[in-house]
Structures are given as C-alpha cells and as structure tokens.
C-alpha cells in the first residue's frame, strides 16, 4: 500500500521551534519530489514548501520563506519540515504529500497538528 | 508568486445538480491545474491533473477543462459523497492552492 505517515506535531510556544517527519513506504520515494500542505483551523488548504526528488531544487510560499526549512533523505524514506520562529498563525494540520503525476499530489498523509500557543 | 482565485466560495446544490467551479490563475500556467476534494477528517483527493486528466478510479462525472488562466471543474450529476470542498492546485512555477468551493447540500 502507498503511505504517507507525518509525525512530530504538538503543542509549542510562540518563537519556538517543532521538526515534522514524514515517512514514505509502498514506492521507491526517492523517485519522487514531494511537499507539505497545511491547513489551519476553519481555513483552506496552504501549500508550504516543496523539494524536488533531488533536492536540488526547493520552493517556499512567502509565509514561511526564512523560517522553516524542508530537506528529505532519501535512504530512509522520509521528508522532513523544520519550523523556526513558530507563529500562532503557524497552527495548522500540516500534510505531506508525493507529486507521483505531472505537478499534481497525488498521495497525501493524514496529517499531523501543530498548535502555537502560549 | 501566482495567485489562485476560486469561484464561487460556497454554493448549494441537490442531488442530481450539475455543478460548475471556475479557477482563475494570475497569469498563465499552461494546463498545470489540477483539481483536488477534501472532506472533513480526511486527506484530500486528487480528482484531476493536467487541467483535464481524471485520476485513476475518480467517477466520471468529474470532468475539468482549460488552459492558459482560466479553468473549470464540471460535476455532471451530483451524488451525496460528493458534498466536500474542492480546490485548485497550480504547478506551473512552486506551487498554489485556491481559496476552496465548499459544495453544500440545498
């Protein structure tokens, strides 16, 4: 079965800092690019970031640019989401998700919560 | 950065409707649209890529159209488990989502 499992959400204060895993099993995930998704509570859905399978070249919406960092390892199957300077408009379900066709996220985690608050 | 704007927000429809969703990027991205449901407690779906492909398994009364700026997502009949809100996804330069059309029942 193709997975997405996002793990190492929780409860953070404001400035703080979290790392988000996400672990990939069922397809060879280095063939893949992939990116993180998130949505805050009552909102829509708001594309973080996105890495090529690479890694040689990475995207980041401007709301994030400066403070979080995505980096993947391929070896181990796994995506990662570095979050600095953690804001409470930072809280939000975050996804990750695998590009499998052209440009489009095609299999998605389930998520994993991320709540900043004092 | 291109922007994604859905039309409409919300609407109410009933079972056996026919159901239109526009899309409109801020500039061009080709056929690099992609459309995409999500329901409550659950990851979204990918219904539609390449502005017109449906994904393997999706019913076909999902149909999507365009290019250049402008794009539509058609539901031909609407069923009950399709009551959910629909984004689009540009991947044409980084990556955007639109605001979402939350599709409710009438």
């Known amino acids: 079965e193709l997975q997405l499992v996002e793990s190492g959400g929780g409860l953070v204060h404001p400035g703080g800092s979290l790392r988000l895993s996400c672990a990939a099993s069922g397809f060879t995930f280095s063939d893949f690019s992939a990116n993180w998704v998130r949505q805050s509570p009552g909102k829509g859905l708001e594309w973080v970031s996105y890495?090529?399978?690479?890694?040689?070249?990475?995207y980041y919406a401007d709301s994030v640019k400066g403070r979080f960092t995505i980096s993947r390892d391929n070896a181990q199957n796994s995506l990662y989401l570095q979050m600095n300077s953690l804001s409470d408009e930072d809280t939000a379900l975050y996804y990750c998700?695998?590009?499998?066709?052209?440009?489009?996220?095609?299999?998605w985690g389930q998520g994993t919560m991320v709540t900043v608050s004092s | 950065d291109i922007q994604m704007t859905q039309s409409p927000s919300s609407l109410s429809a009933s079972v056996g409707d026919r159901v239109t969703i526009t899309c409109r990027a801020s500039q061009s991205i080709s056929g690099y649209l992609n459309w995409y449901q999500h329901k409550p407690g659950k990851a979204p779906k990918l219904l539609i890529y390449l502005a017109s492909t449906l994904q393997t398994g999706v019913p076909s009364r999902f149909s999507g159209s365009g290019s250049g700026t402008d794009f539509t997502l058609t539901i031909s009949s609407l069923q009950p488990e399709d009551f959910a809100t629909y984004y689009c996804q540009q991947g044409y330069n980084s990556r955007a989502f639109g605001q979402g059309t939350k599709v409710e029942i009438k």
């Open positions: 998700a695998r590009e499998g066709t052209p440009h489009a996220l095609d299999i």
């Open positions: 890495m090529i399978s690479g890694s040689d070249t990475i």
